[in-house]
């Protein structure tokens, strides 16, 4: 299994952005998929989640900007951000639940990082 992610680049203060994060492989089900980012020198942070029935939640930070969704057919998430700050600056990495064809537990997979730069 592997997870894409794909959608980073340089943006204005105040422009857009849209991340996508696609899972491929042997997938049975994916429970839950997110985004997280890490700034340099801080710590990852979760920034969005939504489940497989579509529940959405977001960081404070993020909340009114950004807006996950989920297309189940293709295994992808997106991430659309919008009124961009500096302070999103980050690699942004998208994470999955999901289980694999045959296995019985759940497991965790990463995607690498795609960095959005945002220019004051």
């Known amino acids: 299994v592997q997870l894409q992610a794909c959608g980073g680049g340089l943006v204005q203060f105040g422009g857009s952005l849209r991340l996508s994060c696609t899972a491929s492989g042997s997938i049975f089900s994916i429970n839950v998929m997110e985004w997280y980012r890490q700034a340099p020198g801080k710590q990852r942070e979760k920034v969005a989640r939504i489940t497989s029935s579509g529940s959405t939640n977001y960081a404070g930070s993020v909340k009114g900007r950004f807006t996950i969704s989920r297309d189940n057919a293709k295994n992808t998430i997106y991430l659309q951000m919008n009124s961009l700050k500096p302070e999103d600056t980050a690699v942004y990495y998208c994470?999955?639940?999901?289980?694999?064809?045959?296995?019985?537990?759940?497991?965790?997979?990463w995607g690498q990082g795609t960095l959005v730069t945002v220019s004051s």
């Open positions: 994470f999955a639940n999901l289980r694999e064809y045959g296995s019985t537990w759940p497991i965790d997979y």
